[in-house]
């Protein structure tokens, strides 16, 4: 059995190259039959795989690396890839596989790329690029081997993300430029006494000086011209001339700390850069006292100065690595314990205390781990562990523990340490709080569940068509559309061609196959496909856009099957309905016109009869009789209304006019004009807005306006009548409005005032037949309109209706 490893940290390119070979001798081992099973350790734990062929260990090789992994062709195509190289560039395996690997390198590194898949030493080269991501350029190492697969040569390519690298490089040159500022140790103060210099002398890393402030003038030992790399001749003497040695960036700070003592009369001392008259820049530590003017002697510094460059080069390099791992440290959020093998704690990290809520005290020598494992997860968690005891001496688990926060998922990556006997003394373990993974696996196997389920519920089915090696995969629902066993289909695009109804095979096929020829980016179709299990005729729509390759080549296609048998049946039998409806309402029509075209004749010959009796025998008869001959006249009176109503109403859809442009000012002005008595009467004031051209049928519309400021009329209350007539443009249609102050209209009763023959007033308060609003309605609804009305009783109301704007190129 072969084991392979899944490296936690970012790796040099030696030791990737390392990697390469002890995959290549795996594989090799692999197809000899040494091999007959797999072991994987990665971030999912071992897993054991028995190997049939050797593609597939292959495959599950690069897969479970945690490097990006890839295969190539001598053209530098990508073959395979694992998921961690498409995680690098931020892309779908789909849109990597089939492209070629020069597509992902940035412009600038195009040549190198092509030189480490074109100049290959011994088989192999290595390097950096940068590759273009779907979010950012990402900088990666490069490491490539010709390998056989299948008697095939390709290239073997292991990707290493160096973003992390890159950023601990520049963050470090950042700590190293900063450090020399920054971080100072103070060495032991040197005790003064008249010995100084020539102890400094025989070292030969001391020298000592005197600075005679009122003079300026400055003394150095042999000692410090050494440090300074100067003659005798070559220093100026003067506390300036020393100054201009100091480095720039140190000079002033050196300045003030002299300043400073010269006012306070104290000891100081800094820490200093000089520049040597060879270029070279070496510190110094300085130490130096002002004392007072003595009699007959003026008052003067003296100090020594310490070469410290190599300890400042020691501290640098010691602090650079505090540093790093200082930050290693600091930015570790895993838990990480030791325990020995009794399973006593020996060590716990700040993480491991926080996420348990305990402190280190109280850790430390607890004789066991197992009262915070869950109890359900203990008997895998013992059994994964006896993995310690035996190469490679590493377990993988995950399992639930009771942590501060409550239950958590915890996944814990153990090894066995071992002395230089290789004897085991303790057990090391790394904890990753996996518990928002588990719950995103559950949440997307649930939603999986869902889509399913809604695929199912809306009998949506999805599909995908790989035109590289034609393998066709459908979702369920596919399945149960088409009536299809998994095992019934052979998933090509042949086999989806069978399925479907033989009458429109030719159809789809032209469909498909045209949308590649003609280089569109997908089609869409219906048709019959034949359920194998019934034979049942089921009707699909289908839509399908296709993907291509960095050189325009289609490649695969992705798709979407609906079944609409239910709604196009619906849809037919809405064909039949509205059909016979329309039928039905031009007969009615036709039946409605007929027969108030046709009682016309008769009535007048009764009203005549009627009117002849009312004038000869008004008062010569009984009282009785004179009632009803009145109430005779007063109903033929009304049919004949009622009647003439009747006309007009069947004539709104039978007799109409051809629509024209018409001003609707004009129609206003003409209906303002038939009401002119009624006006009159009643001392209505009509206002209006301007009103606009609208396209329609000038005597029906006329109408409109005329019914409905008649009924504002009719219907007025004690207040003087104020009527105005207004309308506004909306998206594509106008918007008129006629609102009155009369005795305004119940809402409950704001639907039925449109229905024909409907009245709410009794005939002895206001006249009418109750059909002028419905004959309204169906003149508004044969523009392509709508009506209705926005009242309260006693407040008035506000009668709505829109006329379609007409359309103009």
């Given at each position: 059995m072969s084991t392979l490893s899944s490296p936690n940290n970012l790796l040099s390119r030696e030791e990737l190259l390392r990697r390469l070979e002890e995959t290549e001798e795996t594989l090799r081992a692999i197809r000899s039959g040494e091999v007959d099973a797999l072991v994987v350790s990665g971030a999912q734990g071992d897993q054991v795989f028995t190997?049939?062929?050797?593609?597939?260990?292959?495959?599950?090789?690069?897969?479970?690396?945690?490097?990006?992994?890839?295969t190539l062709n001598?053209?530098?195509?990508?073959?395979?890839?694992?998921?961690?190289?498409?995680?690098?560039?931020?892309?779908?395996?789909?849109?990597?596989?089939?492209?070629?690997f020069l597509h992902f390198v940035i412009?600038?590194?195009?040549?190198?790329?092509?030189?480490?898949?074109?100049?290959?030493?011994?088989?192999?080269?290595?390097?950096?690029?940068?590759?273009?991501?779907?979010?950012?350029?990402?900088?990666?190492?490069?490491?490539?081997?010709?390998?056989?697969?299948?008697?095939?040569?390709?290239?073997?390519?292991?990707?290493?993300?160096?973003?992390?690298?890159?950023?601990?490089?520049?963050?470090?040159?950042?700590h190293k430029e900063n450090l020399e500022m920054l971080v100072q140790e103070r060495t032991k103060e040197l005790q003064e006494s008249h010995s100084q210099l020539s102890r400094a002398?025989?070292?030969?890393?001391?020298?000592?000086?005197?600075?005679?402030?009122?003079?300026?003038?400055?003394?150095?030992?042999?000692?410090?011209y050494r440090l300074f790399g100067l003659a005798p001749h070559e220093f100026g003497a003067t506390y300036d001339a020393y100054l201009e040695r100091v480095h720039a960036e140190d000079r002033e700070r050196v300045r003030q700390i002299v300043d400073n003592a010269l006012l306070t009369g104290g000891v100081f001392e800094c820490e200093s850069r000089i520049l040597r008259k060879d270029g070279q820049i070496r510190y110094l530590y300085t130490k130096g006292e002002t004392l007072p003017a003595e009699p007959g002697e003026s008052a003067r510094m003296i100090g020594i100065a310490t070469d410290i460059t190599e300890r400042k080069r020691t501290e640098m390099k010691l602090q650079e690595s505090e540093a790093r791992y200082r930050g290693l440290l600091e930015s570790q959020l895993d838990l990480i314990v030791r325990v020995d093998l009794a399973g006593r704690f020996t060590f716990v990290n700040d993480a491991y205390c926080q996420k348990f809520g305990l402190k280190r005290e109280e850790i430390l020598g607890r004789e066991s781990y197992q009262p915070l494992v869950h109890p359900e997860d203990l008997p895998h968690t013992l059994e994964?562990?006896?993995?310690?005891?035996?190469?490679?001496?590493?377990?993988?688990?995950?399992?639930?523990a009771f942590t501060l926060e409550g239950v958590r998922w915890i996944e814990w990556q153990d090894s066995a340490i071992r002395d230089e006997s290789g004897t085991i003394v303790e057990i090391q373990a790394i904890g990753r709080d996996i518990t928002a993974r588990k719950q995103a696996e559950a949440a997307l196997r649930e939603s999986e569940q869902r889509l399913n389920r809604a695929q199912e519920i809306a009998h949506l089915g999805s599909w995908e068509l790989n035109l590289v090696n034609n393998q066709l995969t459908w979702s369920d629902e596919v399945y149960r559309i088409f009536g299809l066993e998994p095992q019934e289909f052979g998933a090509t695009y042949q086999?989806?061609?069978?399925?479907?109804?033989?009458?429109?095979?030719?159809?789809?096929?032209?469909?498909?196959?045209?949308?590649?020829?003609?280089?569109?980016?997908?089609?869409?179709?219906?048709?019959?496909?034949?359920?194998?299990?019934?034979?049942?005729?089921?009707?699909v729509h289908e839509k399908c856009e296709h993907f291509r390759n960095e050189d325009g080549q289609v490649v695969h296609s992705?798709?979407?099957?609906?079944?609409?048998?239910?709604?196009?049946?619906?849809?037919?039998?809405?064909?039949?309905?509205?059909?016979?409806?329309?039928?039905?309402?031009?007969?009615?029509?036709?039946?409605?016109?007929?027969?108030?075209?046709?009682?016309?004749?008769?009535?007048?010959?009764?009203?005549?009869?009627?009117?002849?009796?009312?004038?000869?025998?008004?008062?010569?008869?009984?009282?009785?009789?004179?009632?009803?001959?009145?109430?005779?006249?007063?109903?033929?009176?009304?049919?004949?209304?009622?009647i003439n109503d009747l006309l007009a109403y069947s004539r709104v859809g039978m007799r109409g006019n051809p629509f024209a442009p018409v001003?609707?000012?004009?129609?206003?002005?003409?209906?303002?004009?038939?009401?002119?008595?009624?006006?009159?009467?009643?001392?209505?004031?009509?206002?209006?807005?301007?009103?606009?051209?609208?396209?329609?049928?000038?005597?029906?519309?006329?109408?409109?306006?005329?019914?409905?400021?008649?009924?504002?009329?009719?219907?007025?209350?004690?207040?003087?009548?104020c009527i105005h007539v207004g309308v506004t443009q909306a998206e594509n249609e106008w918007l008129f409005s006629v609102q009155d102050n009369g005795i305004g209209i119940d809402p409950r009763f704001a639907k039925r005032i449109f229905v024909i023959f409907q009245r709410l007033h009794e005939r002895a308060s206001y006249s009418g037949t109750g059909i002028g609003l419905a004959i309204c309605k169906r003149i508004i609804q044969r523009h392509g309109g709508r009506i209705w009305v926005d009242s309260e009783a006693g407040k008035g109301a506000t009668f709505y209706f829109t006329i379609p704007m007409k359309e103009t190129l």
């Open positions: 190997l049939k062929d050797a593609t597939l260990p292959y495959q599950i090789l690069i897969e479970q690396m945690s490097e990006g992994a890839l001598l053209q530098g195509m990508i073959l395979f890839c694992n998921e961690r190289f498409a995680e690098i560039l931020d892309f779908s395996m789909e849109i990597v596989l089939g492209r070629s412009p600038g590194d195009q040549a190198r790329a092509r030189e480490l898949l074109e100049q290959r030493p011994d088989g192999r080269s290595r390097g950096e690029l940068t590759l273009l991501g779907g979010q950012a350029e990402v900088p990666v190492g490069i490491s490539l081997k010709e390998i056989q697969l299948d008697g095939e040569l390709r290239f073997g390519v292991v990707i290493t993300d160096l973003t992390e690298r890159k950023q601990v490089e520049l963050e470090l040159k950042h002398e025989q070292i030969g890393e001391i020298g000592s000086w005197e600075w005679r402030i009122p003079e300026n003038r400055v003394t150095w030992s042999d000692g410090l994964a562990m006896k993995a310690l005891y035996r190469p490679p001496y590493r377990a993988i688990m995950e399992q639930r086999a989806f061609l069978e399925a479907v109804h033989p009458d429109d095979r030719a159809a789809v096929d032209a469909a498909y196959s045209g949308s590649l020829r003609e280089g569109r980016d997908g089609y869409e179709i219906e048709h019959r496909v034949v359920r194998r299990s019934s034979g049942e005729i089921r009707i992705t798709g979407m099957v609906h079944d609409i048998t239910e709604r196009k049946q619906s849809e037919a039998a809405m064909q039949r309905i509205t059909e016979d409806l329309l039928r039905s309402n031009a007969e009615l029509e036709q039946f409605a016109y007929v027969a108030s075209h046709d009682l016309q004749e008769p009535l007048r010959m009764i009203s005549s009869y009627i009117q002849l009796l009312a004038r000869r025998y008004q008062g010569k008869l009984d009282s009785d009789a004179d009632e009803f001959i009145t109430f005779a006249v007063e109903g033929a009176n009304r049919m004949q209304n009622l001003s609707a000012e004009y129609l206003l002005e003409e209906a303002l004009a038939n009401l002119q008595l009624a006006i009159e009467e009643s001392g209505a004031k009509i206002t209006h807005d301007p009103l606009p051209i609208v396209d329609g049928d000038a005597i029906q519309l006329g109408m409109v306006f005329q019914n409905l400021i008649g009924n504002a009329i009719k219907f007025r209350g004690s207040k003087p009548v």
